[in-house]
């Protein structure tokens, strides 16, 4: 399954590996129990909700999506630890290419297998795995997952208020004007 990737992304959402309908529709979040697209619109990282078919546009409003691995499984239980961890140097690139702001995993799981921790807690880590990129760790939006669908949202509008407060502060910080008065 492709990537969605870009230049300058603002948030790069990485996943354990593409579930069995992502597999078969070459579209990221695709299985219809996954509030990925739901999470996106409701937090405002996305101006409307998207279909997986629509995973392309992504790019359009600064988010990408990529996998530790590209295999498709029913399950994350389904891969080993050495796949996990033999994506890092992919991810690595991916993240230095794209001059990702923020990775955001899609799960702490996902966070522990890249990062090689024992623990993380939700939110913004406070030691990143890539130079110039933030780590957040976003709850998994798999149907699978326990979590009620507001406990999740909670998080990715946190993820929307960084980006917010990070764009607010770059402009503020190069800006002239404001500099030369005082401000």
């Known amino acids: 399954m492709p990537d969605i990737l ?18 078969q529709t070459g579209h990221h979040y695709a299985g219809p129990g996954n509030q990925f697209w739901r999470l996106l619109a409701a937090a405002g990282l996305t101006p409307c909700l998207l279909a997986p078919s629509e995973d392309h546009r992504m790019v359009d409003y600064g988010l990408g999506s990529t996998n530790l691995v590209s295999r498709p499984t029913g399950t994350a239980a389904e891969l080993s630890r050495g796949e996990l961890r033999a994506g890092l140097p ?15 995993y899609t799960g702490k799981g996902v966070y522990l297998a890249g990062s090689g921790r024992s623990q993380a807690e939700w939110g913004l880590q406070h030691n990143n795995l890539f130079p110039h990129s933030l780590d957040f760790v976003l709850p998994s939006p798999s149907g699978l997952v326990r979590m009620q669908f507001d406990e999740k ?18 402009s503020t910080d190069h800006c002239p004007l404001r500099r030369a008065k005082g401000g």
């Open 6 to 23: 870009g230049v300058g992304l603002k948030v790069l959402f990485v996943g354990f590996n593409p579930g069995l309908r992502s597999g």
């Open 90 to 104: 992919r991810l690595h690139g991916i993240v230095r290419e794209c001059a990702v702001t923020v990775v955001a």
């Open 153 to 170: 949202l909670v998080w990715y509008r946190k993820l929307n208020v960084l980006l917010e407060d990070r764009a607010s502060n770059a």
